[in-house]
T-cell receptor
Framework: KAGVTQTPRYLIKTRGQQVTLSCSPISGHRSVSWYQQTPGQGLQFLFEYFSETQRNKGNFPGRFSGRQFSNSRSEMNVSTLELGDSALYLC???????????????FGEGSRLTVL | AQSVTQPDIHITVSEGASLELRCNYSYGATPYLFWYVQSPGQGLQLLLKYFSGDTLVQGIKGFEAEFKRSQSSFNLRKPSVHWSDAAEYFCAVGSPGYQKVTFGIGTKLQVIP
């Protein structure tokens, strides 16, 4: 069974630009969560999508948005990039919301964003 | 709200020595508890999980963790560390009620020869 796939793996942007990251979950998983990982901050929860609806949201500004498609693939978008947005963005899939009863999340390898 | 505390940001151990990584959680009922490991440049991989029942759980790569309700802890242990265990370890808490999984800040493990 294929794992969680995130694209692109690495990207460099400049301040003010926008970026779109993609996540393909494990087949059969309907929930996709996004996390931002930075040194010293750990994993900060961005949002979770289930059945094309945002179910949970973390404390991030409106510049961070996402969506989920009918095939459960998800994208997140960051507009008007700031230097502080440089981070590893991790996507995790699960059977259901919040890990769907088991709580277990399956992570992709992440998209490393550098903002110059 | 649920929360997780990992009091040790960095830990250094000698290869072959025992290891214990600390984790304390805050949650009103019996939580689901997890330990994940992240190798450099990789995503997170589940090491072990606790839902209910036996408070000592075994995981992959020779790791185990013990749930202690009275101390709100879920410490990760390994009797003999290998150089390949060098990585960052994350404790996490979740439950269907909160519908999300909350991670600790992580503990970076360095293994010296």
């Amino acid at each position: 069974k294929a794992g969680v796939t995130q694209t692109p793996r690495y990207l460099i942007k400049t301040r003010g630009q926008q970026v779109t990251l993609s996540c393909s979950p494990i087949s059969g998983h309907r929930s996709v969560s996004w996390y931002q990982q930075t040194p010293g901050q750990g994993l900060q929860f961005l949002f979770e999508y289930f059945s094309e609806t945002q179910r949970n949201k973390g404390n991030f500004p409106g510049r961070f948005s996402g969506r989920q498609f009918s095939n459960s693939r998800s994208e997140m978008n960051v507009s008007t990039l700031e230097l502080g947005d440089s981070a590893l963005y991790l996507c995790a899939s699960s059977v259901g919301i919040g890990g769907g009863g088991t709580g277990e999340l399956f992570f992709g390898e992440g998209s490393r964003l550098t903002v110059l | 709200a649920q929360s997780v505390t990992q009091p040790d940001i960095h830990i250094t151990v000698s290869e072959g020595a025992s290891l214990e990584l600390r984790c304390n959680y805050s949650y009103g009922a019996t939580p689901y508890l997890f330990w994940y490991v992240q190798s450099p440049g990789q995503g997170l991989q589940l090491l072990l999980k606790y839902f209910s029942g036996d408070t000592l759980v075994q995981g992959i790569k020779g790791f185990e963790a013990e749930f202690k309700r009275s101390q709100s802890s879920f410490n990760l242990r390994k009797p003999s560390v290998h150089w390949s265990d060098a990585a960052e370890y994350f404790c996490a808490v979740g439950s269907p009620g909160y519908q999300k999984v909350t991670f600790g800040i992580g503990t970076k493990l360095q293994v010296i020869p």
